[in-house]
């Protein structure tokens, strides 16, 4: 393998650093569901996956993206202002549903039209709660906020925004010509369905509005820089929204 042609290649970096997220994922999973665990009392850091998980997948995909760095065009002006704000814009439809369903005093699960605009409690998911030694729980969500605040923000971004807009409208020649942010109603519903798609049914209402905004912002700023900033204050502002409330199934 030829290290150094992989890092030259500006596809591959655009590619490559979602797609090894995606498979770690996937791998993360098979690991949940084979049971694979270390039964003891003290080991409660092991018992739920994702917290050694997560660091490694941080640092893996952290890497790769340290590796491409030459290729992205990133911009750190003004435009991330804009950015900031339709994060926090976006995040607040996302968690709408659930903060909804607890200020109205459901305890049941929901059905109907309801259930499918995410109207769930969203309780079990990511914790340290069962974990006793003060410097794991720290480490443990240092980790997730870089996860979802920084890594899934790049990684996601220069994939959906920086790669796959262009290449759906030049696949045949040289997308690299097409102008970051070029409006199309193809680019349009492929970058937003395919978004929503790698979540889980009960976030698909708040990622159809969110995969809007964020096309949104790609075509009004033509800056990938605001479109990362947008997706990591709005995982930045959910993750401290899922501890302040116990809602760790949001993130």
Same mark, same amino acid.
């Given at each position: 393998?030829d ?11 655009h590619?490559?650093?979602l ?6 994922n996937l791998v993360l999973s098979?690991i ?10 003290d $080991? ?5 996956t994702?917290?050694w998980?997560?660091?490694?997948q941080?640092?893996?995909?952290g890497?790769m993206?340290v590796f491409?760095?030459k ?8 435009r ?12 607040g ?5 659930t903060h909804l369903?607890t200020?109205m005093?459901?305890?049941e699960?929901?059905v109907?039209w309801?259930?499918?605009?995410g109207?769930? &409690?969203?309780?079990?998911g990511?914790?340290?709660?069962d974990m006793t030694n003060p410097?794991?729980i720290?480490?443990?969500t ?6 979802a ?5 790049f990684?996601e971004e ?14 045949d ?5 097409? $102008?970051?942010?070029?409006f199309?109603w193809?680019?349009?519903a492929?970058t937003t369905?395919?978004f929503?798609?790698?979540?889980q049914?009960?976030?698909?209402a ?6 809007t ?6 075509v ?13 204050v ?7 929204? &899922?501890?302040q409330?116990?809602k760790?199934?949001?993130?």
């Open positions: 393998m290290l150094a042609k992989i890092r030259n290649d500006k596809t591959y970096a590619v490559v650093p797609a090894a997220f995606m498979v770690l098979i949940d569901e084979s049971g694979l665990k270390w039964d003891h009392p $080991a409660a850091w092991w018992q739920m994702e917290h998980f997560y660091p490694l941080t640092i893996v995909c890497g993206l491409f760095w290729h992205y065009d990133i911009k750190w002006d003004r991330i202002i804009i950015g900031a704000l339709m994060g926090a814009l976006g995040i439809f996302w968690i709408l549903p369903y200020t005093g459901y305890t699960e929901t109907g309801l259930k499918h605009l109207f769930d &409690a969203r309780e079990k990511f914790e340290t709660n410097t794991a720290w480490m443990t240092i980790f997730r906020f870089l996860r605040a920084v890594v899934v923000a990684v220069i994939f959906w925004r920086g790669f796959l807009m262009r290449f759906i409208l030049k696949m020649g040289n997308y690299w010509k097409v $102008a970051f942010g070029k199309h193809m680019t349009f492929v369905v395919a929503v798609l790698i979540h049914p009960v976030d698909f708040g990622a159809v509005v969110y995969g905004l964020m096309y949104f912002l790609a009004w700023t033509k800056s990938l820089a605001a479109c990362i900033v947008m997706h990591g709005s995982n930045l502002l959910m993750g401290i929204y &899922a501890l409330y116990a760790y199934g949001l993130w």
